[in-house]
């Protein structure tokens, strides 16, 4: 009989210090929440699980002490309710969402994003060397919706008022003009997504053509000197609007390679993975689009100052870098806070 005592005591001895700081972890979050528990606790958290399971597992194999079978057992379902059982608030999904999964999504698509940027860019300068050397390509590259009454023959005071006047005057508010925008703008970003599933090329041939309306729009205000304006005019809802339109385009990149490039994976299966990763990353443009229409349908209606106007670009440019890119430590960690805190 005192070999079976010996070998629980060793067995206590060896482990016991990890079932002691698994069970004070367990009476404090059971005490005050698991928000009481700073970052280094909650990254414990299932590593003293896992191991609190691999003892009682060994535990009943070699017929230990039962009381030790039934401490171990009791610990580890009351760290299962933590490590699994925690249930979030739609508040603090919709939150861990946007500040953790969602900037860590499009980070891991950069590669895509800074290939439709780059299409983009392309198109805005292939829009507007064409029309600085032939004006009338603007009539090619600009629908007669999209121009509103602009054109290489529009003179500098026609030009001028649309840049320095609300232009939501033909609308009942400033509120139905952002309505307006926010509609457009979507549809351009839905439609770079959705014409992935045919192989990505569409996709291309879209940013590209939406590049060339913006270029060819640039040319006409830069041949009366009237660059400066535009551009105020363009960037403040421009830098985010898109922004959004690249993400968009970036995730129908991503699945048109899906279907062309599957791997080795079947390719329903690379179009179900990829497709769920593209989904989240168009979801998550929707508020970029409606920030890009509240900009433009209010910001840049009642605020006329160039110099502002291109400050608050700057200043998007940058808050869109820091959220979307992994600066700190600090902004690393809160994955594991959104996925543990369990306020109420």
Same mark, same amino acid.
């Given at each position: ?71 171990? /057992? ?52 292939? #829009? ?20 509103? #009454? ?43 997504? /959705? ?15 939406? #590049? ?10 830069? /041949? ?46 690379? %179009? ?62 809160? &994955? %594991? &806070? ?7």
């Amino acid at each position: 009989m005192g070999a079976p005592i010996l070998r629980s005591y060793r067995f206590r001895r060896e482990r016991q210090s990890s079932w002691l700081e698994l069970e004070t972890l367990m009476n404090r979050a059971e005490a005050d929440g698991l928000q009481s528990l700073d970052s280094d606790q909650l990254s414990r958290l299932p590593v003293l699980y896992r191991a609190a399971l691999s003892s009682l597992s060994v535990a009943r194999a070699i017929s230990l002490d039962k009381n030790v079978v039934s401490y171990l /057992t009791s610990l580890a379902i009351r760290a299962y309710a933590f490590v699994y059982g925690t249930r979030h608030s739609l508040r603090s999904s919709i939150g861990g969402f946007f500040l953790d999964q969602y900037p860590s999504l499009v980070w891991s698509m950069r590669l895509w994003v800074a290939a439709a940027m780059i299409t983009l860019g392309l198109g805005v300068a292939g #829009g507007f060397a064409l029309t600085e050397r032939n004006p009338d390509a603007f009539y090619s590259l600009v629908s007669e919706e999209m121009a509103g #009454g602009r054109s290489p023959l529009s003179t500098d005071e026609e030009l001028l008022e649309v840049l320095e006047s609300p232009d939501d005057q033909r609308l009942d508010s400033l509120g139905a003009f952002a309505s307006f925008l926010f509609t457009h703008n979507a549809r351009i970003g839905l439609s770079c997504f /959705t014409i992935g599933i045919a192989g990505g090329i569409p996709v291309v041939a879209l940013v590209f053509a939406n #590049g060339l309306t913006l270029g060819a729009f640039a040319a006409i205000h830069a /041949t009366r000197d009237l660059g400066f304006e535009f551009w105020a005019w363009v960037l403040p809802h421009g830098v985010t609007e898109l922004l959004a339109v690249c993400l968009c385009a970036a995730a129908g990149m991503k699945l048109g390679a899906a279907l062309l490039f599957p791997g080795r994976r079947r390719r329903l299966d690379a %179009l179900v993975i990829e497709g769920r990763r593209a989904a989240n990353v168009v979801l998550g443009t929707i508020p970029l689009f409606l920030l890009a229409a509240l900009i433009e349908g209010f910001f840049r209606q009642l605020m006329l100052d160039e110099t502002i106007r291109y400050l608050v670009a700057a200043a998007t440019a940058l808050g869109w870098l820091i959220y979307f890119t992994p600066v700190s430590r600090k902004w690393r960690a809160s &994955r %594991l &806070r959104d996925e543990w805190d369990d306020r109420p």
